[in-house]
């Protein structure tokens, strides 16, 4: 399990503009949606961090849900994106039946 602490400081450098202009969730999350051909459904957002990707799909009219094992992300996950779900977990033991996702992303790991 991830046991990095973070202050607000470095909480907020993983949503500065220079971060998301780096990591394009936008551009991500629609050519996913394109090369997927799903306009709608649930999504798996794998290592969510603080949702960066999870927003994006959440925008597009998804229903998300984000797994991350380090509890201050998930905590900051649901702070954002309070319509979405968010829950401590990792990715190697992912707590979900088989095909319950329409799609999943695992990105920027």
Do not use: W, Y
Request: hydrophobic share 40%; glycine share 6%; aromatic share 10%.
């Amino acid at each position: 399990m991830n046991e990095k602490h973070f202050s607000a400081e470095s909480m907020a450098k993983l949503r500065s503009e220079k971060r998301i202009t780096f990591l394009d969730p936008k551009l991500i999350v629609s050519k996913c949606i394109e090369i997927s051909n799903f306009s709608s459904g649930k999504v798996l957002d794998i290592g969510t961090g603080t949702g960066l990707f999870a927003e994006q799909f959440q925008n597009k009219g998804f229903n998300v849900t984000g797994i991350d094992d380090n509890e201050i992300m998930v905590k900051e996950a649901k702070r954002l994106l309070p319509t979405s779900h968010f829950i401590q977990a990792s990715a190697d033991k992912i707590p979900f039946k088989d095909n319950e996702f329409d799609f999943s992303l695992m990105a920027h790991l």
